[in-house]
T-cell receptor, first 112, second 116 residues
Framework: SQQGEEDPQALSIQEGENATMNCSYKTSINNLQWYRQNSGRGLVHLILIRSNEREKHSGRLRVTLDTSKKSSSLLITASRAADTASYFCATGGSYNTDKLIFGTGTRLQVFP | GAGVSQSPSNKVTEKGKDVELRCDPISGHTALYWYRQRLGQGLEFLIYFQGNSAPDKSGLPSDRFSAERTGESVSTLTIQRTQQEDSAVYLC??????????????FGPGTRLTVT
């Protein structure tokens, strides 16, 4: 079963614009992670935010987490054509098993 | 250093045959995971290893699926009597796992399984 749902399912923007993707989940979590997947490089980890954190930055990426609303957002600033990929949120639920439950993904297309 | 590797990269098999998929995790990563991704979908968790034991097998879809890990290293996922619905990309990931703290998972390139 899938825990998270990303919104929107697909997003098309021009280079230089910002892209915002949202993720909602259903159960309590220990951490939430964002991954990028494209055909050339497989699945790549972007950022991990723990349940006691509210915001995290990494380069052009900004992730927020609102555990009261069970939601997270990923903001990519000043997008580039190379950012074209599918983006997935994944939640980790407990200390006893570190499995991730993945969302359905957002397909981002950045036009040059 | 080397990342997670998987073999074969592609496997085409006839319905009813058994297949074995292999995963070599990053050296020193005690946690190893198998996921499945159907076309256009997100990843489905299959099984998790901590060392050589599997505390969570909850994602295995049927008793045709099994996995093992030896030497806290290589893992094999075996699918017996394959069915067409088993067609998917099978992804392996590994991570550190220290004191219950979550770490990022590093994924292999996957094995694309096609059952004809």
């Amino acid at each position: 079963s899938q825990q998270g749902e990303e919104d929107p399912q697909a997003l098309s923007i021009q280079e230089g614009e910002n892209a915002t993707m949202n993720c909602s989940y259903k159960t309590s979590i220990n951490n939430l992670q964002w991954y990028r997947q494209n055909s050339g490089r497989g699945l790549v980890h972007l950022i991990l935010i723990r349940s006691n954190e509210r915001e995290k930055h990494s380069g052009r990426l900004r992730v927020t987490l609102d555990t009261s609303k069970k939601s997270s957002s990923l903001l990519i600033t000043a997008s580039r054509a190379a950012d074209t990929a599918s983006y997935f949120c994944a939640t980790g639920g407990s200390y006893n098993t570190d499995k991730l439950i993945f969302g359905t993904g957002t397909r981002l297309q950045v036009f040059p | 250093g080397a990342g997670v590797s998987q073999s074969p990269s592609n496997k085409v098999t006839e319905k009813g045959k058994d297949v074995e998929l292999r995963c070599d995790p990053i050296s020193g990563h005690t946690a190893l995971y198998w996921y499945r991704q159907r076309l256009g979908q997100g990843l489905e968790f299959l099984i998790y290893f901590q060392g050589n034991s599997a505390p969570d097998k909850s994602g295995l879809p049927s008793d045709r699926f099994s996995a093992e890990r030896t030497g806290e290293s290589v893992s094999t996922l075996t699918i017996q009597r394959t069915q067409q619905e088993d067609s998917a990309v099978y992804l392996c990931a590994s991570s550190l796992s220290i004191g219950g703290r979550a770490y990022e998972q590093y994924f292999g390139p996957g094995t694309r399984l096609t059952v004809t």
